[in-house]
């Protein structure tokens, strides 16, 4: 858990994924392709050669998979400043996941080939990728942990926790209510951490009356951030 929450510290700065590598970025982006995606537009689908990278300059895009019981599973919400498609071309595999546009969206598209001569050009940018692949890699392993040992309402916490911190971009923010920047239904929300509709709604309920989070319409406030940081690093 400390781990994760290590991870979730990185987010109070509000980084980009080019904070501090103006130069670096400058290179992507004249390398790459700027694509303007419609919202529920694919961008790729699980199966597909994974053969480009892509940064998200505007919108909100989902990394999902369908169960081979027809179940959607939402492994995360890319945000504006991230990078996504990154393991597979520098594995040199295809897709395991799809990635769909949630909202419009404008995002840079750049082939392997063009990424691999930049990462080669750019050995700060190279260390930048291994972190990020690492950074996923233990998220992945801390949702998997979670799902053996943690309940519905420790799940949830974290996931409200992780989309918040995205946006914050001073600790002493975590002493007053922030705003959930995304507005996900709670069919999403229990794709996300392996829960169902119904469980999901009578937990955040739970969270209301407890006075952690307020909810309007599709809207989410965590009330405590810094109770609820604390609460999950017991």
């Given at each position: 858990?400390?781990?994760?929450?290590?991870?979730?510290?990185?987010?109070?700065?509000?980084?980009?994924?080019?904070?501090?590598?103006?130069?670096?970025?400058?290179?992507?982006?004249?390398?790459?392709?700027?694509?303007?995606?419609?919202?529920?537009?694919?961008?790729?689908?699980?199966?597909?050669?994974?053969?480009?990278?892509?940064?998200?300059?505007?919108?909100?895009?989902?990394?999902?998979?369908i169960?081979?019981?027809?179940?959607?599973?939402?492994?995360?919400?890319?945000?504006?400043?991230?990078?996504?498609?990154?393991a597979?071309?520098?594995?040199?595999?295809?897709?395991?996941?799809?990635?769909?546009?949630?909202?419009?969206?404008?995002?840079?598209?750049?082939?392997?080939?063009?990424?691999?001569?930049?990462?080669?050009?750019?050995?700060?940018?190279?260390?930048?990728?291994i972190?990020?692949?690492?950074?996923?890699?233990?998220?992945?392993?801390?949702?998997?942990?979670?799902?053996?040992?943690?309940?519905?309402?420790?799940?949830?916490?974290?996931?409200?926790?992780?989309?918040?911190c995205?946006?914050?971009?001073?600790?002493?923010?975590?002493?007053?209510?922030?705003?959930?920047?995304?507005?996900?239904?709670?069919?999403?929300?229990?794709?996300?951490?392996?829960?169902?509709?119904?469980?999901?709604?009578?937990?955040?309920?739970?969270?209301?009356?407890?006075?952690?989070i307020?909810?309007?319409?599709?809207?989410?406030?965590?009330?405590?951030?810094?109770?609820?940081?604390?609460?999950?690093?017991?």
């Amino acid at each position: 858990m400390r781990k994760l929450m290590a991870d979730i510290s990185w987010h109070f700065t509000g980084k980009d994924f080019f904070w501090e590598l103006p130069l670096e970025k400058r290179d992507f982006v004249s390398l790459s392709t700027l694509r303007k995606i419609k919202k529920n537009q694919m961008i790729f689908l699980e199966g597909n050669r994974g053969n480009s990278v892509f940064y998200l300059e505007e919108g909100k895009v989902r990394i999902f998979r369908i169960s081979p019981f027809g179940k959607e599973i939402i492994i995360f919400i890319r945000q504006p400043g991230e990078m996504f498609g990154l393991a597979e071309v520098i594995g040199k595999h295809d897709r395991v996941f799809s990635a769909q546009a949630i909202t419009p969206c404008r995002l840079y598209e750049i082939r392997g080939k063009e990424f691999e001569t930049l990462l080669q050009r750019h050995h700060t940018l190279a260390q930048r990728v291994i972190a990020e692949l690492g950074r996923r890699l233990r998220y992945l392993g801390e949702q998997i942990d979670s799902l053996m040992v943690c309940d519905v309402s420790t799940r949830l916490l974290k996931l409200l926790m992780c989309i918040s911190c995205h946006n914050v971009t001073d600790p002493s923010e975590m002493n007053r209510p922030i705003l959930v920047s995304l507005k996900l239904t709670q069919e999403q929300i229990a794709a996300m951490i392996g829960s169902t509709q119904q469980t999901v709604s009578e937990t955040l309920k739970r969270l209301k009356e407890d006075g952690l989070i307020e909810i309007l319409g599709k809207e989410i406030t965590l009330l405590k951030p810094q109770k609820i940081f604390d609460l999950l690093l017991l």
